[in-house]
Each structure stands twice: as C-alpha cells, then as structure tokens.
C-alpha cells in the first residue's frame, strides 16, 4: 500500500484541526474531520445529527449520570448504538486509507488504522492558550472555555482509551508530540511534512 495516512490527535483548543487542514493544503490531499462523520452515516444508513452527538464519545460516558443508567434495557440500547456509530467511523476511515492518501483529525485513528502506513502525531498547547483558542472560536467566557476545555479533552481522553492499546496524549500512542505554543501552527505542519518523509524513507527500506 502506497497511501499515507496521517493522523492527528488533539488537545481541544490546540489549533490541531487547523494545523491538519493546513497540512492538507500543502500536500495536496484530503483532510476528513466532521466530514468523516458525515461519509460514515450516509455508508451505514445513520442519522448524521445522531453521529454528531456520539462523535469521540465511549459507551461508559453514555452511562455516568444518566438517570437511565439503572435500567439494563436502556444501557445495552445506549451501548449498542455508540458501537454502531463507532464502527461506521472506523470502517469509513478503513474504506479512505484503503483508497488515497489523506489526514484524518482524532476519533482514534491511529489505533483503528493500525495496520496502515499511519503518521500519528499528537497536539498540545498551553491551557491558556488553547482556553483563548477556545473563547475566540465560541464566543465564550473565560470560565466556559475553560469549562468546555476540561469536558472535551476528558471525552476525548476516554475514547481514545477505551479503543486503543496504548493512552490518550502519551507518547507511546504517536510517532510525535509537538507543542503548538511553542512551535506555532506553520512550525506544527513543517514538522509534521517533514515526519512524513522520514517515516516514507523508513518504509522504503523495509
């Protein structure tokens, strides 16, 4: 197979979908970040709002503090349902790197891709910076962002773990960690261009 695959895992507010849609432009292929969602439902007959709302989200926090959650019936309905869009994702992001060259933004795809040519890569930033990334992108205050910055990168963290081997934001699960605070979004995607043809020549001589 001769598609690269690269994948970026993020801190939220870490500028790694930008990075990602920047690195696109550069290499000239796609990148699939909520359009991978949208693939996914129209593929397996899924309702794209419902895949929307289950985006990077494990069963078990489908469970903590549901008022439901003592209900057997209701809790295997929530469980199928997130292994069931969890599996359209999954597929879908098999399907693409089965077909071209492309990045593709979170939802654990350096675990599910494993057996592909994948480029991981993780980013981070400094809590304040990705809080103001955050209050810029949703117009929120200070205490919201900082809020959803928690909420969003634990959801995360729990997906990721609850999926692969290996830990969310950890070095074992990437080929690299790069911090955007310090190295900024253009320096991020150098890097990144720069891994991928390293990695390319590693591959050349297996």
Not at 169 to 178: F, H, T, V
Not at 180 to 184: D, E, I, R, T, V
């Given at each position: 197979?001769?598609?690269?695959?690269?994948?970026?895992?993020?801190?939220?507010?870490?500028?790694g979908r930008e990075i990602g849609e920047k690195l696109a432009e550069r290499l000239h292929i796609p990148c699939y970040?909520?359009?991978l969602?949208?693939?996914?439902a129209?593929?397996?007959g899924i309702n794209e709002f419902r895949m929307q709302e289950m985006d990077e989200m494990p069963p078990v926090s489908l469970f903590s503090g549901n008022a439901f959650a003592d209900t057997a019936m209701m809790m295997q309905t929530f469980y199928s349902e997130s292994e069931q869009t969890t599996n359209a994702v999954r597929e879908t992001m098999k399907k693409l790197a089965a077909e071209q060259s492309c990045?593709?933004?979170?939802?654990?795809a350096s675990a599910f891709l494993k057996d592909y040519p994948v480029v991981s890569v993780f980013i981070y930033a400094d809590k304040e910076d990705c809080i103001h990334r955050i209050m810029n992108r949703n117009q929120l205050s200070y205490r919201d962002a900082e809020k959803r910055f928690k909420q969003v990168n634990k959801m995360r963290k729990r997906y990721f773990d609850f999926y692969s081997d290996t830990k969310w934001?950890?070095?074992?699960?990437?080929?690299?960690?790069?911090s955007?605070?310090?190295?900024?979004i253009e320096g991020c995607v150098d890097l990144i261009e720069k891994s991928v043809r390293l990695k390319q020549e590693v591959w050349g001589h297996e």
């Open positions: 197979m001769k598609n690269t695959i690269i994948c970026i895992g993020r801190e939220y507010g870490s500028g970040d909520k359009l969602l949208k693939l996914g129209e593929q397996f990045i593709i933004i979170g939802r654990c934001g950890e070095a074992e699960s990437y080929d690299a960690m790069l955007s605070s310090a190295l900024g």
